[in-house]
């Protein structure tokens, strides 16, 4: 699979199975993530991963999944990730792209697990001091996001959106993701006028 065709193929996941990542397949997603950009090469990133079942629970109790869909966008047990990654900056690394190269970084980790057949989920709703505690994180680092994994139980597509961009699951499950259209938002040369 090519990069172009994963960047299509790839949707946000909220239901696992139960199954175990390898953790060399976790590692292989965090050295995916330290090869990202990084404005200046400051390299302000760094990465736990947390696949211990006595912590998962903890984690996952910190964190808000799906807002448009209520409960429902909320896994569920026997649907809970199987592993997080906690995304954090090195306070100590000054840098004044820290967000841009947080993103590039978990940008690559979502591409990475898609490839590897494993689901992923960028989560930025987290409760921040609540996790650091828990965690025990010193304190020259904070979280900025969770990305939670896991390999998919559930099917996700991505359609054009029509009036609306709230995702939404159907019926059968399957969670829809509307994206704006591409000549809704490609301007060449200059602004169009609408």
Not at 5 to 24: G, H, S, V, W
Not at 51 to 71: K, R
Not at 109 to 134: M, N, P, R
Request: glycine share 6%; hydrophobic share 40%.
């Amino acid at each position: 699979m090519d990069a172009i065709e994963a960047i299509k193929k790839r949707r946000t996941i909220r239901r696992f199975l139960q199954d175990p990542i390898p953790f060399n397949d976790l590692k292989d997603l965090i050295d995916a993530a330290r090869l990202a950009p990084s404005g200046g090469n400051l390299q302000p990133c760094e990465f736990m991963v947390i696949d211990d079942a006595n912590l998962l629970e903890g984690v996952f109790s910190t964190l808000a999944w799906a807002a448009y869909l209520g409960q429902e966008g909320k896994p569920k047990e026997g649907e809970k990730p199987v592993a997080y990654i906690v995304v954090l900056i090195n306070k100590e690394k000054q840098t004044s792209t820290p967000y841009a190269d947080v993103s590039a970084a978990i940008e690559n980790i979502l591409l990475s697990a898609f490839a590897k057949g494993i689901g992923t989920c960028w989560i930025g709703s987290v409760q921040k001091e609540k996790l650091t505690q828990f965690l025990n994180i010193p304190e020259n680092y904070s979280i900025q996001y969770v990305v939670a994994l896991g390999y998919p139980a559930e099917k996700a597509v991505v359609e054009e959106e029509h009036g609306s961009l709230k995702y939404w699951r159907d019926e059968k499950g399957v969670h829809h993701v509307p994206k704006r259209r591409i000549d809704d938002i490609l301007h060449h040369n200059k602004i169009r006028n609408f």
